[in-house]
Structure formats: C-alpha cells, structure tokens
T-cell receptor
Framework: GQQLNQSPQSMFIQEGEDVSMNCTSSSIFNTWLWYKQEPGEGPVLLIALYKAGELTSNGRLTAQFGITRKDSFLNISASIPSDVGIYFC????????????FGTGTRLQVTL | DAGITQSPRHKVTETGTPVTLRCHQTENHRYMYWYRQDPGHGLRLIHYSYGVKDTDKGEVSDGYSVSRSKTEDFLLTLESATSSQTSVYFCAIGRTTNYEQYFGPGTRLTVT
C-alpha cells in the first residue's frame, strides 16, 4: 500500500532548538493529520488540517497543509525533552473515504 | 484521552492457535479500525468497520477476520496464528464528520 514520504527519518537536536519535518505524496490529499507516538503507547493526535494553505497551532507545535495538497509540514519550537518520540503524518487521499495513509515517521531525540 | 481500551495488552501464543483481540470504545464513534505496526512498515490497516455488522478489508487483511456486533466493540481474530503475525496491534476510532482517528494503547502479540 501507499506510504507517505516523511523526512527526515530521525533528528538529534539540543533542547531549545526548533524542529521542522515534512511529509510529501504524489497524490492529492483532503486531510492531513500529525501524530506523536511514545514507546509502548499508541499514536496521539496532535493537529488536524482540512484546507489547502491552512496553518494550525497547538502550543509549541505548528502544522501547515501545503497549497499543492500534496504535502504538509510540522514545526516544533523551543524543543524540550518530553518532545522525544516518533512523529507520524497521515492523510486521506481523495476518493478513499476515511482510510488513512501513514508516513514512515520521524524519530526525534532531544539532548540536554 | 479518547475512551478506547484494548485487551489483552500483551499476549504470547503458539503457532496454529486462534487468537482474538478486543477493542472497546466509550465514544459512540461510528468507525473502528484495526492496524498493525511493524518496523520498516509503519502502520498498516488490517480491517475496518463503518457500523454494526459493516466491515471491510484493509491492505493486509489475509489471515485476519473481524466482527462488530455492538457499536462499542470491534474484535480482531487470527484464526490460526503464524509467526509473521507477531506485531503490535492498534485499534482506532473515528467519526463521520471529520477524518480524525484516535488510537488505543495497543496489544503486543508474539507468536512463537
């Protein structure tokens, strides 16, 4: 099945730094979702995007729905140790109803 | 947190034995999903349900069956477990008014 291309695959950053990651597809998407997963737990929904160009924030997290509808971006400002985890993008391609397609994940590690 | 529980949380079973995993929700959401998560493959959809007794296959449905006799419960059955079904299984729920999916805590299944 299709997977979204997510980059980078992993990041090692220092506490206080800003983080950027993105997700791209060859298909047009109606919806973009960003999840965070910590070890031993299920993915937790962070941000949902529904319109091209939409920019949505959740605390220090900001995500954007790309204007081409084929990509999305997640930024984390002033990272802290509890930001550690794997961040997944997910989207609904046009014509696939409610079935999500997932990205391969970005593993974020934060050093003090 | 979305009201989703999965049972059991951990299970070790032998090849050839039947296994049933349960997902229970208290949110009255119409859609329920079963995913498996494996290194290198991310989250892949096994089966999903769009209402009581209404189910459909996902991208990796071979060897799995599901049943939904009540809105709140979605069962995943491995009729005869194989080692390739060793994985972490996640249940998710969703509404029809948007495409957001909320995940349960997962079940780690090991088939020996």
């Amino acid at each position: 099945g299709q997977q979204l291309n997510q980059s980078p695959q992993s990041m090692f950053i220092q506490e206080g730094e800003d983080v950027s990651m993105n997700c791209t597809s060859s298909s047009i998407f109606n919806t973009w979702l960003w999840y965070k997963q910590e070890p031993g737990e299920g993915p937790v929904l962070l941000i949902a995007l529904y319109k091209a160009g939409e920019l949505t924030s959740n605390g220090r997290l900001t995500a954007q729905f790309g204007i081409t509808r084929k990509d999305s971006f997640l930024n984390i400002s002033a990272s802290i140790p509890s930001d550690v985890g794997i961040y997944f993008c997910a989207g609904i391609p046009t014509g696939t109803a409610s079935k999500l397609t997932f990205g391969t994940g970005t593993r974020l590690q934060v050093t003090l | 947190d979305a009201g989703i529980t999965q049972s059991p949380r951990h299970k070790v079973t032998e090849t050839g034995t039947p296994v049933t995993l349960r997902c229970h929700q208290t949110e009255n959401h119409r859609y329920m999903y079963w995913y498996r998560q494996d290194p290198g493959h991310g989250l892949r959809l096994i089966h999903y349900s769009y209402g009581v007794k209404d189910t459909d296959k996902g991208e990796v449905s071979d060897g799995y069956s599901v049943s939904r006799s009540k809105t709140e419960d979605f069962l995943l059955t491995l009729e005869s477990a194989t080692s390739s079904q060793t994985s972490v299984y996640f249940c998710a729920i969703g509404r029809t008014t948007n495409y957001e999916q909320y995940f349960g805590p997962g079940t780690r299944l090991t088939v020996t």
